[in-house]
C-alpha cells in the first residue's frame, strides 16, 4: 500500500522569504501522480501543483514549485515570496492509476508579517 | 470555485441519527470521491464512484453508506451516528480517463457535520 509521509508537522517563514515543504512517498509503481493541496483557515481543498512522475521535468506554478527525486521518492514543494495569504495546511498526496488518492499528514505553515 | 458543490455546509445532529450529505460533481466529471476529515487531522478516503458504479472503498464504516446516481450526483449517507463522526466530510470529483490514468481531483467546500 502507498503511503506519503510529511515529516515536518508545522513551519514559519517570514513574508517575502522562501520556504520548502518536505514530502515523501513509497511506492512500487512506476506510473503515478503526486499533488499538493493547500487548506487555508476556510477549510477549502485548493489545488497547488500536480506532476507526473513519467515527466522529469519539475512542475511549477508561478511562485510554487517542486522538486522531483523519482528515485528518492520525494517530492517537496517550494514556495517563493511567501505572502501572508499562503498560511495554511499543505498536504501532499499521491495518485496511482487505480485512482486510489493517499494524502500526507499535513504541513501547517504561518507566514508571519 | 471548484465547481463542485455540496450541501448542507453545516448539519448538526444528536447520536444515533441518520444523515444525508449530497454533492454535485462539475460539470463533464464522472467520477466522485468521499473523504473524511476529522479535526486536525488528514483527509481519509472513504469511498469513489465512477459513472454510477463504486470503484474502489477506503476507511468507510458499515453505518456509512453512499450512492451515485444517474445525474451523477452522489449522496453519503451516516447511520446510527457517534460523537466521533463528527467531522468535515469533502466530496471531490474528476475525470476518468479511459486510459485509468489519475486525473486531478476538485473538492467541494465540504459539509461540516457536528454530531451531539
Known amino acids: 500500500a502507498q503511503t506519503v509521509t510529511q515529516s515536518q508537522p508545522e513551519m514559519s517563514v517570514q513574508e517575502a522569504e522562501t520556504v520548502t515543504l518536505s514530502c515523501t512517498y513509497d511506492t512500487s509503481e512506476n506510473n503515478y501522480y503526486l499533488f499538493w493541496y493547500k487548506q487555508p483557515p476556510s477549510r477549502q481543498m485548493i489545488l497547488v501543483i500536480r506532476q507526473e512522475a513519467y515527466k522529469q521535468q519539475n512542475a511549477t506554478e508561478n511562485r510554487f514549485s517542486v522538486n522531483f527525486q523519482k528515485a528518492a521518492k520525494s517530492f517537496s514543494l517550494k514556495i517563493s515570496d511567501s505572502q501572508l495569504g499562503d498560511t495554511a495546511m499543505y498536504f501532499c498526496?499521491?495518485?496511482?492509476?487505480?485512482?486510489?488518492?493517499?494524502f500526507g499528514p499535513g504541513t501547517r505553515l504561518s507566514v508571519l508579517p | 470555485d471548484s465547481g463542485v458543490t455540496q450541501t448542507p455546509k453545516h448539519l448538526i445532529t444528536a447520536t444515533g441519527q441518520r444523515v444525508t450529505l449530497r454533492c454535485s460533481p462539475r460539470s463533464g466529471d464522472l467520477s466522485v470521491y468521499w473523504y473524511q476529515q476529522s479535526l486536525d487531522q488528514g483527509l481519509q478516503f472513504l469511498i469513489h464512484y465512477y459513472n454510477g458504479e463504486e470503484r474502489a472503498k477506503g476507511n468507510i464504516l458499515e453505518r456509512f453508506s453512499a450512492q451515485q446516481f444517474p445525474d451523477l450526483h452522489s449522496e453519503l449517507n451516516l447511520s446510527s451516528l457517534e460523537l466521533g463522526d463528527s467531522a468535515l466530510y469533502f466530496c471531490a470529483s474528476s475525470v476518468f480517463t479511459t486510459s485509468g490514468a489519475p486525473d486531478t481531483q476538485y473538492f467541494g467546500p465540504g459539509t461540516r457535520l457536528t454530531v451531539l
Open positions: 498526496a499521491f495518485m496511482n492509476y487505480g485512482q486510489n488518492f493517499v
